[in-house]
């Protein structure tokens, strides 16, 4: 089947410990992007990459990292997590194309406390 | 920054009735898609419409777009409890593929 698969679901930590949210894609998608949806805030772009060893920044990336060593895989890096990275995080994949839409994740659910 | 405003914020209906929502945006677009999320789930595509075309069917759904007025139309007709869900448009930004700007979302509620 394909999809995009997030882990964990739901997180729950602490201020300060690092943090990986993984995220992998089984359709040989050349773009992925990560986005978090607040309340009142709708849905904001993280980070977004074209390809393998292609990323750059969204709207909001400050306290996030990612990498994209191989095309199926694109996990977003808290390295200090904050009470204010709250929120409901979703990966996304698409086609390098404008003519597709995006496949998203189920969603990874973090607090931070 | 977002570019579409979906209108209306909220809708409650009966099963059996059409749902129709509508959004606005800003820029000259290449495309507007739209999507479902279910609470708290993953959003799902469910129809692109490109520039140069003015209505589209997908099942139960009707979309249509004006360019000229820079908005869009989600008709969901027959409605079941089942599309109780949030719906939100969704365009590519003005500076090239890099993202879609998502819309507010309209709140649909299909009481049984």
């Known amino acids: 089947e394909a999809q995009v698969t997030q882990n964990p679901r739901y997180l729950i930590t602490v201020t300060g410990k690092k943090l990986t949210v993984t995220c992998s894609q089984n359709m040989n998608h050349e773009y992925m992007s990560w986005y978090r949806q607040d309340p009142g805030l709708g849905l904001r772009q993280i980070y977004y990459?074209?390809?393998?060893?292609?990323?750059d920044k969204g709207d909001v990336p400050e306290g996030y990292k990612v990498s994209r060593k191989e095309k199926r895989n694109f996990p977003l890096i808290l390295e200090s997590p904050s009470p204010n990275q709250t929120s409901l995080y979703f990966c996304?994949?698409?086609?390098?194309?404008?003519?597709?839409?995006?496949?998203f994740g189920s969603g990874t659910r973090l607090t931070v406390v | 920054s977002q570019q579409g405003e979906e209108d209306p914020q909220a809708l409650s209906i009966q099963e059996g009735e059409n749902a129709t929502m509508n959004c606005s945006y800003k820029?000259?677009?290449?495309?507007l898609q739209w999507y479902r999320q279910n609470s708290g789930r993953g959003l799902v595509h469910l129809i692109l419409i490109r520039s140069n075309e003015r209505e589209k069917h997908s099942g139960r759904l009707r979309v249509t777009l004006d360019t000229s007025k820079k908005s869009s139309s989600l008709l969901i007709t027959a409605s079941r409890a089942a599309d109780t869900a949030s719906y939100f448009c969704?365009?590519?930004?003005?500076?090239?593929?890099?993202?879609?700007?998502f819309g507010t979302g309209t709140r649909l509620l299909v009481s049984p």
């Open positions: 996304a994949s698409s086609p390098y194309s404008l003519g597709y839409g995006y496949t």
């Open positions: 990459s074209m390809n393998v060893e292609a990323t």
């Open positions: 969704a365009t590519p930004a003005n500076t090239g593929f890099q993202k879609l700007v």
């Open positions: 820029t000259s677009i290449n495309n």
